[in-house]
Every structure is written in C-alpha cells, then in structure tokens.
Nanobody
Framework: QVQLVESGGGSVQAGGSLRLSCVGS?????????MGWFRQAPGKERERVAT??????AYADAVKGRFTISQDFAKNTLYLQMNSLKPEDSAMYYC?????????????????WGRGTQVTVSS
C-alpha cells in the first residue's frame, strides 16, 4: 500500500508563492510511478494540475509558466512549486500516484491519493 502525505499549503496573497511537498512511503519508489498533483475547489470537479513521469512533465493550461512539478528521489518527495498565485488557484491540492505509465498525462484514474493540503490565495 502506497501512502502519500502532502504539506506546504497555506494562505498567501495574490502574486505570492508556495511550495507543496508530497512524501511517499519509505518502501515505495517514485521512479517507477506516474506522479501528479490535482486540485479541487468547493463546488467544482477535481482537476489535473501537473503530472510527471520519468522526467517528462505536463501541465494544465491554467498553470503553465507558473507552476513546476519536480521530485527528489533521495527524499522520496514530490514537489509543486507555485508562483504568481491567483485567487482562482485556491483549492485543496492532492498528490497522487499511478502504477501504470499508460495515459499518465491525460487520465484522472490514479491509484493512490493523499489527503490533501489547502491553498488559499487572497486578492
């Protein structure tokens, strides 16, 4: 069983930055899995933010140029650097892992999910 724990959320003003972290189980290796960040705002569907697989990344149009997904294998940690934050970025952010590489960058069907970390951006 893979366990994912997010941290780094908080409240910032528009234009500010946050870095989210997602630590995986010690016996689990990020190298083999498709990893992703998703978000869900109240009353809205969950949406993909960014995905990463063997160095290849993909981003939602709404965050391109502002967010960066990365990983540190030594720390078993996935990151999401968020810059130039906007009020519409406010949401619960979830880290997720997908065992199969198939459709890593275009499917919401991930196998493991964290509990989320809240991001609130004020104008």
């Amino acid at each position: 069983q893979v366990q994912l724990v997010e941290s780094g959320g908080g409240s910032v003003q528009a234009g500010g930055s946050l870095r989210l972290s997602c630590v995986g189980s010690s016996y689990y290796s990020y190298r083999r899995y498709c990893m992703g960040w998703f978000r869900q705002a109240p009353g809205k569907e969950r949406e993909r933010v960014a995905t990463l697989l063997t160095g290849n990344t993909a981003y939602a149009d709404a965050v391109k140029g502002r967010f960066t997904i990365s990983q540190d294998f030594a720390k078993n940690t996935l990151y999401l650097q968020m810059n130039s934050l906007k009020p519409e970025d406010s949401a619960m952010y979830y880290c997720a892992a997908k065992i199969s590489a198939y459709r890593c960058h275009d499917t919401p069907a991930f196998d493991y999910w964290g509990r989320g970390t809240q991001v609130t951006v004020s104008s």
